[in-house]
Nanobody
Framework: QVQLAESGGRLVQAGASLRLSCVAS????????MGWFLQGPGKERLFVAA????????NYADSVKGRFTISRDNAKNTVNLQMRGLNPEDTAIYYC????WGSGSRDVEQYEYWGQGTQVTVSS
């Protein structure tokens, strides 16, 4: 069992930067690929970014490529999402997810554990 806790979401203006963090507890963090997903009101959960368990491979949705950076610190059981150039379309709840021995999939169904989410709101 892995418990995930996201933090860092808040209200920002368009063009701002924001850093989301996700701390994992429970089982060995090193074996999990980690992903970030977003979900807007009444919409499906969408892939944002993922990183494999050793942190050597990353994967991004086209909409965030070049603006967002995912990273992980296995010593601190933490995965971060650095977001730059935010726009109102980025407004959503952002979820952290873990996939045991995963490669950093875009598929929401691959992830076994999920956090409660953190709200990011970007005003125009």
């Amino acid at each position: 069992q892995v418990q995930l806790a996201e933090s860092g979401g808040r209200l920002v203006q368009a063009g701002a930067s924001l850093r989301l963090s996700c701390v994992a507890s429970g089982r060995t963090f090193n074996s999990y690929a980690m992903g970030w997903f977003l979900q807007g009101p009444g919409k499906e959960r969408l892939f944002v970014a993922a990183i494999n368990w050793p942190g050597t491979t990353t994967n991004y949705a086209d909409s965030v490529k070049g603006r967002f950076t995912i990273s992980r610190d296995n010593a601190k059981n933490t995965v971060n999402l650095q977001m730059r150039g935010l726009n109102p379309e980025d407004t959503a709840i952002y979820y952290c997810a873990a996939d045991n021995w995963g490669s950093g999939s875009r598929d929401v169904e691959q992830y076994e554990y999920w956090g409660q989410g953190t709200q990011v709101t970007v005003s125009s």
